[in-house]
């Protein structure tokens, strides 16, 4: 169920982001084994800026290259807790260009029985403006959503209460900008087309 969410997010953020690098979505999501792993989206453009402003303009040759400067990007700028324990590290890290780009990476230190999560993705902070719609989603939870910016330092905390994740500080104002609002709006009637076409498919 959670891959059919995820591909039918791709096709919703798709068109949101492709061209607006300020705006990107990070996903905390738990796989059917309790493992962990977050699926960070952002436009081409966003990539392609904070890899250039960090390491230089010609810094990379081949995609390749590009590929292993975004990983070592989002492994310094990518911070996830549970529980209050050390952060997480990340094991196999994807990446897929496209004007929209795809990175997708394994937690390890992660784990099922969530009393708290610390999220910060300062990947784009180098961005004007620049915001990431925090999406968690766990087996059994409420899907829960909150805003990274500037403004509370690109990091969310949450505690688990009564099977929902709730925000415990640093607090922003909640009047994004339109582009935001329609991407989270479209994102949660997907989530629900999701959960329709996993029942059809338990009922045949």
Same mark, same amino acid.
């Given at each position: 169920?959670?891959?059919?969410?995820?591909?039918?997010?791709?096709?919703?953020?798709?068109?949101?982001?492709?061209?607006?690098?300020?705006?990107?979505?990070?996903?905390?999501? &738990? /796989?059917?084994?309790? !493992?962990?792993?977050?699926?960070?989206?952002?436009? =081409?453009?966003?990539? !392609?800026?904070?890899?250039?402003?960090?390491?230089?303009?010609?810094?990379?040759?081949?995609?390749?290259?590009?590929? &292993?400067?975004?990983?070592?990007?989002?492994?310094?700028?990518?911070?996830?807790?549970?529980?209050?324990?050390?952060?997480?590290?990340?094991?196999?890290?994807?990446?897929?260009?496209?004007?929209?780009?795809?990175?997708?990476?394994?937690?390890?230190?992660?784990?099922?029985?969530?009393?708290?999560?610390?999220?910060?993705?300062?990947?784009?902070?180098?961005?004007?403006?620049? !915001?990431?719609?925090?999406?968690?989603? /766990?087996?059994?939870? =409420?899907?829960? !959503?909150?805003? @990274?910016?500037?403004?509370?330092?690109?990091?969310?905390? =949450?505690?688990?209460?009564?099977?929902?994740?709730?925000?415990?500080?640093? &607090?922003?104002? &909640?009047?994004?900008?339109?582009?935001?609002?329609? @991407?989270?709006?479209?994102?949660?009637?997907?989530?629900?087309?999701?959960?329709?076409?996993?029942?059809?498919?338990? /009922?045949?």
């Amino acid at each position: 169920m959670r891959y059919i969410i995820i591909a039918l997010l791709s096709l919703l953020s798709m068109t949101a982001m492709a061209h607006q690098p300020d705006i990107s979505t990070t996903m905390l999501v &738990e /796989k059917e084994d309790g !493992q962990w792993m977050v699926v960070l989206r952002a436009s =081409l453009t966003a990539f !392609q800026h904070e890899v250039r402003y960090t390491y230089g303009e010609d810094s990379y040759k081949s995609p390749e290259a590009f590929h &292993e400067l975004v990983k070592a990007h989002l492994r310094k700028h990518v911070n996830i807790q549970f529980n209050s324990l050390p952060t997480c590290t990340f094991g196999q890290i994807d990446v897929k260009l496209g004007h929209e780009t795809s990175v997708t990476m394994e937690l390890i230190g992660a784990t099922s029985d969530v009393s708290d999560l610390k999220v910060k993705n300062s990947a784009f902070m180098d961005i004007h403006k620049n !915001q990431s719609a925090l999406i968690v989603l /766990k087996e059994g939870f =409420l899907k829960s !959503q909150f805003i @990274m910016t500037n403004d509370n330092d690109h990091t969310i905390q =949450l505690k688990a209460e009564n099977n929902e994740f709730i925000s415990i500080g640093n &607090e922003i104002d &909640e009047s994004i900008n339109l582009s935001t609002s329609f @991407m989270i709006i479209g994102a949660i009637g997907i989530l629900f087309i999701g959960f329709a076409l996993y029942i059809l498919k338990i /009922k045949r």
